[in-house]
């Protein structure tokens, strides 16, 4: 009979409740190894250029005599050659995705040596975010 | 007689996900002719490897296409292996295998939906995708990507998977399995969907040989080509056999999916209690210098590599066939004589890629 097969099915769905995850209440769980963004230390950076020269997107630009570094998110892959390539291992990724943005612009992220506060980025997006809705 | 019409199909389509274009010249309902073009959003990646190091090249090979990612990825790093005569371990062979398969799993599923999409099955999509989602999580875990998952590299893998996870991976394979068995059920015995595919899209057996099917096209029609049986990676280890059937029509296109799902997950099952222990990549020294052809099976059919260096760290040529564009002619051939009404299913037992097809 059709009609209790259908039921089963019915019967089921009632009790396991929705397939998918209901997000803003329930956060996404990332594993340990997702490649979410490259986070850099930049403490640690020596500014050798090695990570810039390396990237296929080239969406990473070192300057040593300004003591910047400089990463593009939208044309980052997040292929993690650069993280493998740094000889002071001050680069890493984070399991976290970069926030949405709305323009171009915004996904450029700049760290520079030079500021007290290491944290900053030209076009207003704040760079440590950790948990972004 | 009737009048000729042209209908034109795509490149933008309820029912294509991608854009190709048919020009279909109609006489009633029925087909005469099917005039296709291609080439919508070509991306140059082939003339990329001119100006990329070879070994961050793997990583474009990875972004040819989504569902089949790991096996251009594969596909180039064989090739590029084979000219510089590098040995890969033993246990990174495995590795490539079970990624392998399961981005054929993940592929076939997603497939199983979106033709259950086209012929208006819209619960059975949903199901799909459902059951799709676990592939993705094994990949997250082990690789950190759901779609692009970037492991391959040229003398072995990046990342290992160890001994527990990888049992887990074939636990919930197995729990997989059990959802698959009820989700095949509906596309094996559903009357509707026999309706809509048994007969349809019929291509025979020599014709599927002379205009040069593959993959599960060719398959479908009783041709046991295979490329998994050249025993790349780790197929000459495993108990490997072709999944045939001889209808030729839709139906066991959708049929030969199926059962190719079930026999990934015992390819799976046998490599994880084969799997080796040792190291998992070599270190490459040097740059190409000659040309090779690598034959890959990809969840559409055989995708061929041909890469060709000249000894510095920068190659001449790299060329990918992919399956889609040698199924196009016999695409064609199976629309003419057709219906209007299931033009969208034959385009889409097919499987086309057209995103491997303009890389």
Known sequence: MKIFTMTKTVTRNLVQGPATLMYPQRERVYTPITRGKIENAIDKCIFCGLCGKRCPTYAITVSKERNEWEIDRLKCCICNLCVEVCPTKCLSTDNHYAPPVTEKSQGLCKLSLVQVSPATSDAGQPESDGGEP | MAHKNIIPIGPQHPVLPEPIHFDLV???????DAIPSISYVHRGLERLIETRDFLDFVHVADRICGLCSFMHSLGYCQAVEEIMGVEVPERALYLRSIWAELSRIHSHIFWLGVAADAFGFESLFMQAMRLREPVLD?????TGGRVILGVCKVGGVRRDIDSDSLKGIVQRLTNLKVHLEELSNVFINDYSVQHRLSGIGFISREDAYTL???????????????????????????????????????YARCLVRIRENYHAIDLIRQAVGKIPDGPFDVKVKGAPDGEYFSRV???????IHYVKGNGSRFLQRFRVRVPTFSNIPAMIRVLKGSEVADVPNIILTLDPCISCTER
Do not use: H, N, W
């Not at chain 2, 009783?222 to 490997?240: C, N, S, V």
């Open chain 2, 26 to 32: 109609t006489e009633d309902e029925k087909i005469i």
């Open chain 2, 297 to 303: 099976e990809q969840p559409r059919g055989e995708v």
């Open chain 2, 138 to 142: 094994i990949f997250e875990e082990t």
């Open chain 2, 212 to 250: 040069g099917c593959l993959g599960p096209m060719a398959r479908a029609s009783g041709l046991a080509i295979d490329m998994r049986a050249l025993g790349y990676a780790a197929y000459k280890f495993l108990e490997f056999e072709p999944v045939v059937e001889t209808a030729g029509d839709c």
